[in-house]
């Protein structure tokens, strides 16, 4: 597999800053709500109601000495594959999570589906298929199906083109920031399509963003606009 890239060397009280959408997708019940609640707040419940549409968390990651990240997590809704609506959802994305629940083998089975829609709505800027990590959710209980052989597991990324598979609990908090770091250094092999902006300036044709901070007083603001709503089940 790759190698996380290093940053180029920032000069003086430079910053450099990106702001990365990322999908969180997959079958109903899977515990995407519960994977983006542990890793940007580290806080997991027994209980969530199932997601309506997308809800969004803010995640920001210092890269390395001079690189920040903002990770703008989209948790999309199980259902919203069967929609018009993934498109717009989709669009501007530049890396996704898929997930499924070891326990229900159907979940599994529809990750080529989700695979294949995520790559026929939305592309880099440089025509390459947006990174995608694949997640085994839901390890700390028993499991089912092809998860159980590590061996064709990885054959099955390969021939579907997932950057890595990773086995993940949000209850027991496993592999949650590990992947999430993998899936950031795959993105970040992709840095050079990005376009400059000026700090605090919108944008609206690349959600992906970088900023050359000369100051702590030019850094702009972000809040994140999360919802209390997810997925029902979630481990």
Known sequence: MTTTPSAPPATG???REYLFKVLVIGELATGKTALVKRYVHNFFSEHYRAT????????IVKYD???????QLWDIAGQERFGNMTRVYYK????????????????????TKWKADLDNKVQLPDGNPVPCVLLANKCDLVKEGLVNDASQMDEFCREKGFAKWFETSAKENINIEASARFLISEIMEHTEQLQPRVPGQATRNN?????????????????????ASGDSQDT
Do not use: N, P
């Not at 309506?52 to 995640?59: H, M, Q, R, T």
């Not at 000495?65 to 990770?71: C, M, N, S």
């Not at 890396?95 to 979940?107: K, L, P």
């Open 65 to 71: 000495d001079d690189t920040v990240i903002r990770l």
């Open 92 to 111: 501007e994305a530049v890396g996704c999570f898929i997930v499924f629940d070891v326990t229900r083998g159907s979940t599994f089975e529809a990750v």
């Open 13 to 15: 009280e430079q910053k």
């Open 207 to 227: 959600t992906i963003t970088v900023v050359d901070k000369q100051s702590k007083k030019e850094q702009s603001g972000r809040k994140c606009c999360g919802g």
């Open 52 to 59: 309506i549409g997308v809800d969004f968390a803010l995640k």
